[in-house]
């Protein structure tokens, strides 16, 4: 993509970084963290987003774009047939993929979008990408497997918390929020300001709340509900 074409797309903070291909090497790897869940249940697993079988060809085309120094975001479209009509029937993933000195960027477009054709679909059909801007999503469809490394995207400079649940960053200090975000929370999932709260049994009860949808490991649930229960 010509560099007209993705400034107007992405973020406006992330609109402003200067690219540098070196990065794209790490492409595989970052994909490799990413999961997705199809349904909207909470407790159920976890798929990885990538098939493994396409990992391959994408590392080969991340090591000829590191040594491609024209300063360029690129496209990524690929689709996963389905079993039970796989001539007329595909989901779609598009992402852009944006390399910077410290690390890279993925914007997802689409998420395993679902699609059916009247007859058998051809490459030409299957391709086609209409750019629009990047948005906020408010569904929790990935997840983030790479504790250190990775964060979704949230814009600072919002005046409400504007969390990017399609927008994933790499080693990209000054976009990377802090703390890390491994998913995006749903409404309910939020947590409230600690000024908020009335009483440690509240706190233990969103604690737990916050454990059961994969905000906080099991070891930072632990070590906090023993604070919490000292101070009860």
């Known amino acids: 993509m010509e560099e007209e074409e993705w ?30 869940k199809r349904g909207v249940l909470a407790y159920e697993d976890w ?20 040594t491609n120094k024209e300063p360029k975001v690129y496209l990524c479209i690929f689709k996963l ?21 410290e690390g890279l960027v993925l914007l997802f477009h689409e998420i395993n979008t679902n699609i059916s054709f009247q007859t058998q679909y051809s490459f030409e059909d299957w ?32 005046v409400k918390n504007a969390i990017y649940g399609n927008v994933v960053v790499f ?16 409404e309910d999932e939020i947590t409230i300001p600690t000024e908020q709260w009335k009483s440690v049994p509240e706190k233990l009860k969103a604690l737990e709340e916050m454990r059961k949808n994969q905000l906080i ?8 509900k023993t604070e919490l229960l000292k101070e009860f």
């Open 171 to 186: 080693q990209v200090p000054e976009l990377i929020p802090h703390p890390l975000l491994f998913r995006y929370p749903k």
């Open 217 to 224: 490991t099991d070891e930072e649930y632990n070590r906090k």
């Open 7 to 36: 400034r107007n797309i992405f973020p406006t903070e992330i609109s402003k970084l200067s690219i540098d291909t070196k990065n794209f090497t790490e492409l595989a790897n970052v994909l490799k963290s990413i999961q997705y």
């Open 127 to 158: 391709v086609i990408f209409h750019p629009s801007p990047i948005k906020p999503i408010y569904r929790p469809e990935l997840l983030l497997r790479d504790k250190q490394h990775t964060s979704l995207y949230k814009d600072k400079s919002a």
């Open 47 to 66: 798929e990885v987003l990538i098939p493994e079988s396409y990992l391959p060809e994408i590392q080969k085309f991340a090591e000829k774009v590191a």
């Open 81 to 101: 047939d389905d079993i039970l009509a796989p001539n007329v029937k595909i989901l779609k993933t598009s992402f852009y993929i944006l390399s910077t000195k």
